[in-house]
């Protein structure tokens, strides 16, 4: 096959086209610049099927106009310098990956990445970028930098954003920087708009730190004030790692003592709440005056809290026993943001016959008529089942009804002896019920509550 040749030598080469025409290289086709030449495509698109490659010094690409061009083909595209500088907000949209070796200058224009890669090797440097003229892509495309960092500080390679400081020796180290939204970071949260992939070649006990740079137009609606740093080994299930320093004003959010790196991204998070349940009153209902009781505070943030009960230094979990008297629980919630949410509650486990009345809620008790038909359940509130019983001077039979606080009836149970104890309520769901103990013509009825 005959190949041809083109050499550009110390050359300004200016390509225009009245419409918007296309500078193409055909396979076998090679291009070849030196001593600094200048190749200006004024809205054209590239399609490189042939070989269009430069060497460090050997010159210049630089695409300007006001119509959006493409980059594509299939052939090797090795440029030494790529000047940006189209009419704003026209792009230039990757079509196949390029390598560019000394440096890629924003002046104008957007560079759309698409799902291709730009890799700028273990030379080429991003410069110039700013909010209205830089890389993105919605896509899987990414930006490509490459260096040894041994003992570095404040290094940014390729100067894509991601500076990284460490006393320890990572060895050759490779940055990808992409701009695709990362989904389900937090909780159903979402990311903004770009993240790094940093692969060291030695990645354990960094003790690193990471200052990660941004754009306003990538906050993807994400509040700067509550920006933290996540990290990721699949892109799928994401770790909170947080902020020790921020900077709304030069975009960026620092996080430090990371000893191991992955992929890195910024999205919301908030400090803890807390919610205590309120103070609780119970009977006891296992032997030794204790009783077994459970509860459950709330906690509001992002990344979700995780609560720790204390009774003083002691954790506890739910349900507890708890002893005879008045107990009060310390509730935490934490999420990695500073400071802690705490409240308190108390449990107060009231000991005695098992008719003794629970304060806190309506009368366990209520009796009608001169013969003293009484009935008693404990504990009330309870978190498991209800001990019933009924007592009078009677000796004919009780019928026990029980009902929903609508009126639906879910159990009744005939002919119950009197002073005998019957158990129930274990299935039910939290909430109010009422229970009837019908004899002839008496009825009384008592309040129940389950939580």
Known sequence: ????????????????????????????????????????????????????????????????????????GSGTTILDQLLIAKNNPASINLQTNISVISKVNFDGGLLNLNNHVLNLESTGIFTGESEISRAHTTGSGYIQATGILNNPSSVNLGNLGAMITSTANLGTTVVRRGHEIQTGVSGSNNSIKRFFYIIPMNNLNLKAVLRFFYFDAELNSIPEPSLHQYKSVNNINWDFVGADARNPAANYVEKKSINKFE??????????????????????????????????????????????????????????????????????????IL?????????????????????????????????????????????????????????????????????????????????????????????????????????????????
């Open 263 to 336: 992929r890195f991204t910024l999205a919301i998070a908030t400090p803890p709440g807390i919610t205590c349940p309120a103070n609780i009153t119970t009977n006891p209902n296992l032997n030794g005056c204790k009783a077994s009781v459970s509860f459950a505070a709330t906690a509001t943030g992002v990344p979700a809290p995780t609560i720790t009960y204390r009774i003083g230094n002691t954790v506890i979990t739910s349900p507890h026993v708890f002893s005879k008297g008045t107990t009060t629980v310390t509730a935490t919630a934490s999420n990695g």
């Open 1 to 72: 096959m005959k190949k041809i040749f083109f050499i550009l030598c110390a050359c300004f080469f200016v390509f225009q086209s009245p419409g918007q025409g296309t500078f193409k290289i055909s396979l076998g086709a090679s291009i070849t610049t030196s001593g600094g030449a200048y190749l200006v495509l004024d809205n054209m698109h590239i399609v490189n099927d042939g070989s269009l490659q430069q060497t460090a010094g050997a010159g210049f690409v630089k695409l300007v106009g006001a119509q959006n061009v493409n980059l594509s």
């Open 339 to 451: 400071p802690d949410a705490t409240c308190s509650f108390t449990v107060t486990v009231v000991c005695g016959s098992p008719n003794s009345p629970i304060t806190t809620v309506a009368p366990m008790e209520e009796q009608l008529g001169s013969d003293k038909l009484l009935i008693s359940a404990w504990p009330n509130p309870s978190a498991d089942q209800f001990a019933f019983v009924v007592k009078g001077s009677r000796s004919v039979p009780v019928t026990i009804k029980v009902m929903d606080v609508l009126g639906k009836v879910l159990s009744v149970r005939p002919n119950v002896r009197l002073n005998s104890t019957i158990y129930f309520g274990r299935e039910y769901l939290p909430g109010i019920y009422f229970v009837q103990a019908i004899q002839g013509k008496r009825m009384v009825t008592l309040k129940l509550v389950k939580h």
